[in-house]
């Protein structure tokens, strides 16, 4: 009678197995939670570096399963190979955003005005607790296209314009404020989110007017974690862009330039 030969089981193939599947429903669920159920923000940032790094460790003792399994005939290869598979998909989400994380500034607040950003008003009521401060902080420099427009037109249409670019990006508007009698300054306040998570960023757009002329300031604030990856400066870029192709009065404010350009008086010759 033959006897059938057994291998003994990897347990490096077994623990990574399980770690790489129980990170990988801690990414899934909590992008589901937060994304659906209001799960807290904090919270999810929380769960996903721990998603991530149990990745991490489950590839390496999948990998290690895999040598082992190889050099001492133990049994357990399929379930090693799925683990590598499974943490690799775990990781694919952090390693793609590497390359940028190496050539973008590390901030997370971005704003044309770095003398009087736009602050935050009816976006404070959301700022909970783990969240990024309300006050502007510039941690290093950015893009130079990341300046104030000027608008030689009335306040009312300027903000006119910037209130159809706000809808036509679907933002979550939160407050509208055109300019009265107690404020020469419109602002408008609004939410954007990111593709996956549905992270919130906070943005306020002010137009200041006098004399006919107004002038367009932005900023966009990642309202957790304290690194962007560039997000917030390409949104304000994106925005300015796409205003001054919609006005022909719309031009980027230069380096040296007064905000305002004076205006020219009729005088008796």
Known sequence: ????????????????????????????????????AGQSTAVSLNLLQIGFIGGFFAFILSVMAVFQIWNKLLSGFGKSVAGVVISLLVLIWPLSLLPVYFVTPQIYDVSTSLVSPPEFKALTKFREFGSNPVNFIEREPFDQDVVSVRILSPGQDAFDLARQLVLKRKWEVISLKPAGKNSSDATIEAVDRSVILAAPDDIVIRIRSKGGQSILDMRSAARYGSYDLGRNQKRIQDFLDDYINQSDKAKRVEEGEPLFLPTRKNTRE
Do not use: N, P
């Open 1 to 36: 009678m033959k006897h059938r030969q057994t291998f003994r089981k990897s347990r490096l193939a077994e623990w990574g197995f399980k770690l790489s599947v129980f990170s990988a429903h801690i990414i899934v669920f909590t992008v589901l939670l937060h994304r659906y």
